[in-house]
């Protein structure tokens, strides 16, 4: 996975203030602010891309799963996507882009597996009886699983976090608890909050293992052994037995190609770039744009239903993950400016 860069936004002391000392006696002069550095109209397009694209891959899923078996489809898409970027990487910088170590393949097929198969393949096997805005609102959850994991590690995040933590764990209550979210079944709810622990397990585990430093190879190689990993489930689930391609509509190819194209290599080199020339503060808000904008398409296209348990317990999950988002940018604001 990518590593966040530098808040290019945070306002730094000029040369000038730097140099000017008190008057004896007087009062400290007052700093000379620096400019806030604009956010240009490429960062603001790349940020629609991925609340929109991400937000909206959600319905896509629950469109692929209405005709096609919920492990193959998924495992196709990342093959597929994971094939493309790296036929893209070594087009673009040769083919010694792709080249790493056996720790760093090892590492890469770990964090896959737990993001891809673990994650992102059991959200396409909830998704068979979850409603796609349900699913995005249960999701959102994530980051309050990765406080958890930091704690569990030793470390510390803070009141803010742990608060947001406890929105979020409260949001999910009321979002999980039979018959409150309608017509659902339970054991996809639980499905769906199986795989955040999984994606959680597999965002934090990212950082504290020697992934490839290509952000990008990195990706290409997770797609493919998270892929790979979907398709053999898929297998051992009997998947295969039946299956006439024949029978997949129109509407599920279309919406596989979306998935392929616009959810795992637009939005992804659009994230990826943005964590390279945006505020990460900034970048970090599609944790709570992209569930808003998944209930809103869910809605508006697949008539799902938006009941007050899931409108209230949906916003506070949305404001707990806000709070942690919110909470976790400060002390880097604030080591940054001492």
């Not at 949001?171 to 979210?181: F, H, K, M, R």
Request: glycine content about 10%; overall charge positive.
């Amino acid at each position: 996975m990518t590593t966040p860069a530098a808040d290019p936004a945070l306002p730094t002391p000029s040369p000038a203030s730097l140099s000017k000392e008190p008057l004896p006696g007087g009062p400290l002069p007052a700093p000379v602010p620096a400019p806030r550095r604009r956010i240009s109209g490429a960062v603001w397009l790349a940020l629609v891309i991925v609340y929109v694209v991400w937000g909206s891959t959600y319905l896509g899923i629950r469109v692929v799963v209405e005709t096609m078996p919920p492990f193959l489809s998924a495992g196709a898409r990342f093959v597929v996507a994971g094939a493309v970027l790296a036929g893209l990487l070594a087009w673009r910088h040769g083919p010694a882009v792709l080249k790493v170590t056996r720790p760093q393949l090892a590492s890469a097929a770990v964090v896959g597996l737990l993001l891809l198969l673990g994650g992102n393949g059991l959200v396409v096997l909830a998704e068979t009886s979850v409603p796609s805005g349900l699913t995005a609102l249960l999701i959102a959850v994530v980051p309050a699983w990765v406080v958890l994991l930091r704690t569990a590690f030793g470390e510390r995040p803070g009141l803010g976090a742990y608060t947001g933590v406890l929105l979020g764990l409260a949001g999910l209550a009321v979002l999980t608890l039979p018959g409150l979210s309608g017509d659902v079944r339970i054991g996809g709810v639980l499905t769906v909050i199986a795989a955040t622990v999984m994606w959680s397990a597999g965002s934090f585990s990212s950082s504290r293992i020697p992934l490839p430093k290509n952000p990008f190879t990195a990706s290409a190689y997770e797609m493919i052994a998270g892929g790979l990993g979907c398709l053999a489930l898929g297998l051992v689930r009997g998947e295969h037995r039946g299956l006439d391609l024949g029978a997949f509509s129109a509407r599920s190819w279309t919406a596989l190609a979306y998935l392929v194209l616009f959810g795992s290599l637009i939005a992804f080199t659009a994230y990826a770039w943005l964590l390279q020339s945006a505020p990460l503060s900034l970048v970090a808000t599609y944790a709570y744009v992209n569930p808003v904008v998944a209930v809103a398409l869910g809605a508006l296209l697949l008539d799902e239903a938006v009941t007050w348990p899931i409108a209230l317990g949906g916003a506070v999950v949305v404001a707990g993950v806000c709070l942690i988002v919110s909470t976790e940018r400060r002390p880097e604001r604030t080591e940054r400016r001492n």
